[in-house]
């Protein structure tokens, strides 16, 4: 089992960078696939990026290549999420899940989750 605590949200203007930071718990990190989704009031949870278990391979989605970039630190039990060029559209509550084996793109493969990381883009 592994418990996620995200961080790094807040208010940014038109234009600006975020970095975003997933704390999991557990001493068998690496064996979990990472992703970030993110939910907008009113609307489905959306995927966002994943990686796999060693960082070795990433997927994002088309609404954020170019401009967000999803990474992992195994040492220190550590996901992350970079968004630059962050657009209006981006606002959300973004959270970071995990999954024990193959990565994907869907939020129902996914079995753990945190409370969430509020990101708020003024335009």
């Known amino acids: 089992q592994v418990q996620l605590v995200e961080s790094g949200g807040g208010l940014v203007q038109a234009g600006g960078s975020l970095r975003l930071s997933c704390a999991a718990s557990?001493?068998?990190?690496?064996?979990?696939?990472m992703a970030w989704f993110r939910q907008a009031p009113g609307q489905e949870r959306e995927f966002v990026a994943t990686i796999d278990r060693t960082g070795g391979s990433a997927t994002h989605a088309d609404s954020a290549k170019g401009r967000f970039t999803i990474s992992r630190d195994n040492d220190k039990n550590m996901a992350y999420l970079q968004m630059n060029s962050l657009k209006a559209e981006d606002t959300a509550v973004y959270y970071c899940?995990?999954?024990?084996?193959?990565?994907?793109?869907?939020?129902?493969?996914?079995?753990?989750w945190g409370q969430g990381t509020q990101v708020t883009v003024s335009s």
């Open positions: 899940e995990a999954r024990c084996g193959l990565r994907g793109t869907s939020a129902g493969v996914y079995d753990y």
């Open positions: 557990g001493r068998t990190f690496e064996s979990y696939a």
